[in-house]
C-alpha cells in the first residue's frame, strides 16, 4: 500500500515536497513514479526513477523544477516541486513496480502495479 502526502495551497513560484511511503513493499527495487491528473484532464506522467541505477525520467514540463528521490530506509520516494505554475495545479499520484523497465517505458502508467490515493496541490495567488 502507498501513501502519499504532502499536498497543499502554495503560491505560484513556491516550492512543495511530495512524499510517498510504502508499507508491505518496498521502494528498493524496480521502479517508483508520480503522475498528476489536473481539473477535467487525464491522469498523466510526471516523474520517475529506477532504484537499480538511479535513472530518472522527466516530464518535459517540469524538468528542471522537479526532482523525484528516495529514501530506502525509509521505504519513501519523494517529489521537491521548486516554482511551481498554476498549471502545475492536480492530484498527484505515486506508484511503483518491481519490474526493471527500460526509461522509454517508465512514463507509461501501464507499467506501474500499485498506486497511492492522491494528494491535492494547488498552485494560486
Known amino acids: 500500500q502507498l501513501q502519499a502526502s504532502g499536498g497543499g495551497l502554495v503560491q505560484p513560484g513556491g516550492s512543495l515536497r511530495l512524499s510517498c511511503a510504502a508499507s508491505?513493499?518496498?521502494?528498493?527495487?524496480?521502479?517508483a513514479g508520480w503522475f498528476r491528473q489536473a481539473p477535467g484532464k487525464e491522469r498523466e506522467f510526471v516523474a520517475a526513477i529506477r532504484w537499480s541505477d538511479r535513472a530518472t525520467r522527466y516530464e518535459d514540463s517540469v524538468k528542471g523544477r522537479f526532482t523525484i528521490s528516495g529514501d530506502n530506509t525509509k521505504n519513501s520516494v519523494f517529489l521537491q516541486m521548486n516554482s511551481l505554475k498554476p498549471e502545475d495545479t492536480a492530484i498527484y499520484y505515486c506508484a511503483r513496480t518491481d519490474r526493471n523497465w527500460i526509461t522509454g517505458a517508465l512514463r507509461d502508467e501501464i507499467r506501474y502495479d500499485d498506486w497511492g490515493q492522491g494528494t491535492l496541490v494547488t498552485v494560486s495567488s
Open positions: 508491505g513493499r518496498a521502494f528498493s527495487i524496480g521502479v
